[in-house]
């Protein structure tokens, strides 16, 4: 990622106008909590992008990242408004990001559309992911969760049992640890989130400099709405932002506190 900051929209609570409105903007990356709305989003967001692709592009993508990085500090959210539609440069594919709990039952559906799993919490999952990557003959980019804040309501595994699951991980063939997820526990005070995604990033530099994931190791997705400026700040290169980007959720939406980071109980 060579010192990119690439930002996950996550999609949880977002109208297809406002993933539109994203598209025409160029951005690539976004992300889900679950499985199902993630094939749903991503097939809606796959045919809007098919329609661009007929339209000349003036915009150049690699801007488009930067741009809405800035748009999100700056306290904007997102509406249909903010751009023209086939504004956007459409020749880039979509990247679609699985953030929250995976199920195993679930793997199959989800490596169908997903780019780089966040997730991985268990040597059983990671053996299903390295079944199903088996049987298509193409490997599976994942991300080592680790519970960094030692709460019982989030998923991750423990801090002490994250080398050795990393070290199991990496014998697979078809499995590639692209680097660590942690949440920090939601607050009001994003400074309270410092002393987690400190850990984490000391975690991330012990395994490699072990040599975990080789050279592929060198993703750390840390952060969200409320806390992604102090994790940046910490050394995280992905961060997953929902509501700072597409406003709070509304009336009626089953809203949670988790709604970027989806690593909690449940989130499935």
Known sequence: MAGDIILVAVTKFADPDQIRSLIDLGHRDFGENR??????HAAMAEEYLARLRVVPSAVRADLAGGRLLSAVRSGQAVSPAASTAGAGFAGAALRW????HLQRNKARKAMEF???VHSVDSLRLAEELQLLA???EEPVDVLLQVN???EESKFGCPVPAAQPLAEQIDTMTNVRVRGLMTMAPLSDDPES???IFR???EIFDEMRIGGIGGGHFNILSMGMSQDFEVAIEEGANVVRVGSAIFGEPRSGDPASPEDDGGGGAGAL
């Open 199 to 201: 850990r984490c990033r």
């Open 134 to 136: 088996n049987r298509r």
């Open 193 to 195: 989130a410092r002393p």
């Open 35 to 40: 499985v199902q709305s993630l094939i749903q």
């Open 114 to 116: 997903v780019r780089l």
């Open 97 to 100: 990001h699985l953030i929250g």
């Open 148 to 150: 960094c804040s030692g």
